[in-house]
Structures are given as structure tokens and as C-alpha cells.
């Protein structure tokens, strides 16, 4: 069934014995399923070593879910899909930010396939429905010798949730709240690591969006929309305007296009998060 199994309780892990196999692709081939974990991406960076390429590690609760820039992600207990996977691209570090890009490519199309939601993605790592946050997603980087080690990928997307924390409850929202069709977790992440799989094979045959930008752009919710980046102190107006082949925003001001990198800037709307 699976090859991760004898992983050592480290760090109160609960491994268990509840290990699937739910993808015949390598993708999603070795699950390891857990009641409670801090974070699954810190699950996996610790047991890293023992995870062939496309493990998935999901949990029904987070104790410390993470987002981006240190933010917390709550992850209330059978919620949501908490999960994460380890990936080992043959590629520079450079160009293993699109891999949020790529992510969210495949969830989106797979959750609106199943939900039936009208759901678009807040370039770089979200995915919005009503110009609320449904989704969000964590890429991190280990590096060996200055190349690419691995890749861990964290999704999270809010299902069942009804009542959010008061922190969030304005910008956040759930399969449920929003009237899908379908919160059956299995079979979304079941599809989702079919249609990941697919769009990480394209990514890697150029080593960039160029084979998926179109429909990734079809998908931005930014597109022909003022946006304001914010940068540790500083902020910058823009019109959004599409995406490069690297996964760069590319924002117009006074004619003059800029490219914006993920990573330490996150993006608003003008007027409220979208
Ligand atoms: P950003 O919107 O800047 O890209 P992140 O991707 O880092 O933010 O996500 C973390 C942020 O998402 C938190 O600071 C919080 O505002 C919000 N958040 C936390 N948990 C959830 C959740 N379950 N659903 C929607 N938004 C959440």
C-alpha cells in the first residue's frame, strides 16, 4: 500500500497505522493520514528523508497551520483539507515559486469542477470565491548546496467551516457557506492530485508557466484590477495585468510595466482584500 510507514513518532507525530494510496500517478501514491498535527508542512520537512516524491500528508486538524510571511492558518478540527506534499524538482530554487502558481492552477480547476462554485485565484497563492479567501497555499524551499532539495507544497481549504475566527471572518469562506455542491474531501484531494500531477508535468517541461499561464490567467481575479502590493513599510498601486512566463505579476502604472516576485509582498485589493 505505502512506502511510509516505520515513520519514528518524532515531535508527537501521530503517525498511525492509516496510510492510503489513493493515485495509481506518483502523485498522491503514499499518503499518510493524521488526526492532529502542529502543521503538515512541518511534518513533512521532519520527515523528509523517508517521504518519496508526492507523499501527501493531510491531517483533520492543525494546532499551528501556517501561512505565508509567519501568518497562522486556522485549521479547525474536520473542517477542512489540511494537507501537504513533498516534491524534489530538477529545477533552479529560482523557479520553484511557481510551483504556488501551479498548485493553485489544479486546485482551482478542480474545485470548481466539483463544487460548481464561480472561484478564481488572487495571484499568487489564493484561491477566492465572492472575493472572499477559500483557500490558501504555502510553498517552502530546502535548499542543499545552494540547488533545489525539495519542495513542500501546503494547502488549505476551507470546507464545513460555518463561523470562522473574528480575525478573518470578513475575508474568509468555506465550500459550505458558499453553496457547493460537493465537500467530499477525499474525492477532492483524489482529484486534485490527478490534476496537480498533470500541470507539474507541464511546468516542468519548460521549468516555467509558459505552458500554463493562459489558463492561469483566465483564472486571475487581479486581471484589469487596481491592486495595492505591500512590501515590509511600503506600498505601490497598480493595475494588475497578467502574469509572465517566471509567474511574475506584472503591473501597469502610468504605462510603465512592472514585475512583481511572491514572496515577501502580498497583494489587496484597493478597496478590501480582493
Ligand atoms: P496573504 O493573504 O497575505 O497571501 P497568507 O497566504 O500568508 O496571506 O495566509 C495567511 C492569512 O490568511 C492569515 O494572516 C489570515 O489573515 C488568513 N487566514 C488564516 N486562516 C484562514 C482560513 N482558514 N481561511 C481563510 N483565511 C485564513
Redesign the pocket.
Known amino acids: 500500500m505505502t512506502n511510509v510507514d516505520n515513520v519514528n513518532n518524532k515531535s508527537g507525530h501521530n503517525t498511525g497505522p492509516d496510510l492510503l494510496c489513493i493515485n495509481k500517478g506518483w502523485m498522491g501514491r503514499h499518503m499518510v493520514k493524521l488526526d492532529v498535527v502542529d502543521s503538515t508542512n512541518l511534518y513533512v520537512k521532519n520527515y523528509e528523508e523517508k517521504l518519496q516524491t508526492g507523499t501527501v500528508v493531510i491531517a483533520k486538524a492543525q494546532t499551528a497551520?501556517r501561512?505565508?510571511?509567519s501568518?497562522?492558518?486556522?485549521?479547525p478540527n474536520g473542517e477542512?483539507i489540511w494537507m501537504s506534499y513533498i516534491l524534489r524538482p530538477d529545477i533552479e530554487p529560482s523557479a520553484c515559486g511557481g510551483l504556488t502558481l501551479v498548485t493553485a492552477l489544479a486546485l482551482t480547476k478542480v474545485l470548481k469542477r466539483l463544487s460548481g462554485l464561480n472561484l478564481q485565484i488572487?495571484w499568487p497563492?489564493?484561491i477566492v470565491c465572492n472575493g472572499k479567501?477559500?483557500?490558501?497555499?504555502?510553498t517552502e524551499l530546502s535548499l542543499k548546496d545552494m540547488k533545489t532539495d525539495y519542495v513542500v507544497v501546503g494547502i488549505?481549504v476551507?470546507v464545513s467551516?460555518t463561523k470562522?475566527?473574528d480575525?478573518?471572518s470578513r475575508?474568509?469562506?468555506s465550500l459550505k457557506l458558499e453553496g457547493a455542491v460537493c465537500e467530499d474531501i477525499d474525492l477532492i484531494v483524489k482529484e486534485f492530485c490527478e490534476e496537480f500531477e498533470k500541470c507539474y508535468e507541464a511546468y516542468m517541461a519548460t521549468g516555467d508557466m509558459k505552458l500554463l499561464k493562459e489558463e492561469y490567467q483566465q483564472l486571475l481575479v487581479n486581471i484589469g484590477r487596481e491592486v495595492c502590493i505591500l512590501k515590509d513599510d511600503k506600498e505601490f498601486i497598480a493595475e494588475a495585468i497578467g502574469i509572465n512566463d517566471e509567474g511574475e505579476l506584472l503591473v501597469k502604472k502610468e504605462s510603465e510595466i512592472t514585475t512583481i516576485r511572491a514572496g515577501e509582498v502580498?497583494?489587496r485589493g484597493i478597496y478590501g482584500?480582493v
Open positions: 497551520g501561512g505565508r510571511l501568518r497562522g492558518w486556522s485549521s477542512g488572487k497563492n489564493d479567501k477559500l483557500a490558501g497555499i504555502l488549505g476551507n467551516t470562522f475566527p480575525d478573518i475575508m474568509a469562506t502580498s497583494v482584500y
